[in-house]
T-cell receptor, first 118, second 112 residues
């Protein structure tokens, strides 16, 4: 149980275009979802926290207008990278909390999405 | 705020030898502590978690970790390394508002 999926697993886009990444909790309802960015050989950097039906909370230094997050349902959150540039190329990972029925603090991670902007 | 320290970004271990990854937390005793493993180009998978119920925690794939309050540590061990243990390992602690504090990670290389 507690499976999180991401789609697509990898994407290549041209500079200036927008890319949407989906994060789904497959067998549980996720009250809170998180988006992370990971550079090669580095740890995860939290970008934002999203709660279903409300605006995302972005970490300091993360551009809200560039990284649009929508958490429309208890099983789906999306990250849209707008007007992508090569420096946005990275590995993006989402995670989800199971809420009251799950283990506190334990986040379930998706498999990640490799974004390459050319 | 909680922070997590993992020393030695790269750890090389011979196949069959002991795996020891060190983790220290900085702040007040956390209610939970986690070790996650990440294989190349994949997400994070939970190895084990400390929940205050027991100081010695057993996880998947033969790994275990011991919580030591006096040393503010939560070191991860495995008695005998296997080639399949080659991966990145993260020590993680809760950091307020449901967020997590990640250590910098240890890249484990297993030498045949």
């Amino acid at each position: 149980g507690a499976v999180v999926s991401q789609h697509p697993s990898w994407v290549i886009c041209k500079s200036g275009t927008s890319v949407k990444i989906e994060c789904r909790s497959l067998d549980f309802q996720a009250t809170t979802m998180f988006w992370y960015r990971q550079f090669p050989k580095q740890s995860l950097m939290l970008m934002a926290t999203s709660n279903e039906g409300s605006k995302a909370t972005y970490e300091q230094g993360v551009e809200k207008d560039k990284f649009l997050i929508n958490h429309a349902s208890l099983t789906l959150s999306t990250l849209t990278v707008t007007s992508a540039h090569p420096e946005d190329s990275s590995f993006y990972i989402c995670s989800a909390l199971q809420g009251a029925s799950g283990s506190p603090y334990e986040q379930y991670f998706g498999p990640g999405t490799r974004l390459t902007v050319t | 705020a909680q922070s997590v320290t993992q020393l030695g970004s790269h750890v090389s271990v011979s196949e069959g030898a002991l795996v020891l990854l060190r983790c220290n937390y900085s702040s007040s005793v956390p209610p939970y502590l986690f070790w996650y493993v990440q294989y190349p180009n994949q997400g994070l998978q939970l190895l084990l978690k400390y929940t205050s119920a027991a100081t010695l925690v057993k996880g998947i794939n033969g790994f275990e970790a011991e919580f030591k309050k006096s040393e503010t540590s939560f070191h991860l061990t495995k008695p005998s390394a296997h080639m399949s243990d080659a991966a990145e390992y993260f020590c993680v602690a809760p950091n307020g508002n449901n967020r997590l504090a990640f250590g910098k990670g240890n890249q484990v290389v297993v030498i045949p």
